[in-house]
């Protein structure tokens, strides 16, 4: 990827949650290259980073992580996608944020996330009660911690 040697994340589609779905959103996410060049270790940090700017210090900050359940794109050299991700993830335990990550078409994600939320969503029509029991357990363990913390759900 030019300008970085070992590879990036592209987030081409921002949308605030307070604003409403546009058209041209909705066209940037159609886009075939809306999700390329997807380092998950590399997002997951970017999002963690980016939170911090949202709320004052000390305030609870949350990630929600979408996942085929297999790391992939760019990492820095002689790392592989998988190591990546595990290093950012473990730099990231003590930090004051909750990462929850929705393992989609049933991929569990708890190889990953295993320290963090996690949960498994086969059906699009199951989706919020596969989802809820494992957040809320991850929301409480967050909402009552201190910086240092570690969330399993199972």
């Given at each position: 990827v030019e300008g970085y040697p070992n590879g990036a994340t592209y987030i081409n589609v921002r949308k605030s949650a307070?604003?409403?779905l546009t058209t041209q959103v909705k066209r940037?996410?159609?886009?075939p290259f809306a999700?390329?060049?997807?380092?998950d270790g590399y997002a997951v940090k970017w999002a963690a980073r980016r939170t911090k700017q949202f709320g004052k210090d000390g305030a609870k900050r949350l990630v929600f992580i979408i996942s085929?359940?297999?790391?992939?794109g760019p990492a820095p050299e002689g790392m592989g996608a998988?190591?990546?991700l595990k290093m950012v993830l473990r730099d990231l335990e003590d930090d004051d944020v909750?990462?929850?990550?929705?393992?989609?078409?049933?991929?569990n994600t708890s190889r990953w996330y295993g320290n963090h939320g996690h949960a498994s969503v086969a059906d699009v029509n199951t989706l919020a009660s596969?989802?809820?029991?494992?957040?809320?357990?991850?929301?409480?363990?967050?909402?009552k911690s201190g910086k240092k913390r570690r969330v399993v759900t199972e």
């Open positions: 307070q604003t409403a940037q996410v159609a886009t999700g390329s060049q997807n380092s085929d359940g297999a790391p992939a998988g190591e990546h909750l990462l929850f990550s929705v393992g989609i078409c049933g991929m596969d989802i809820i029991t494992p957040f809320k357990v991850a929301m409480k363990r967050l909402m």
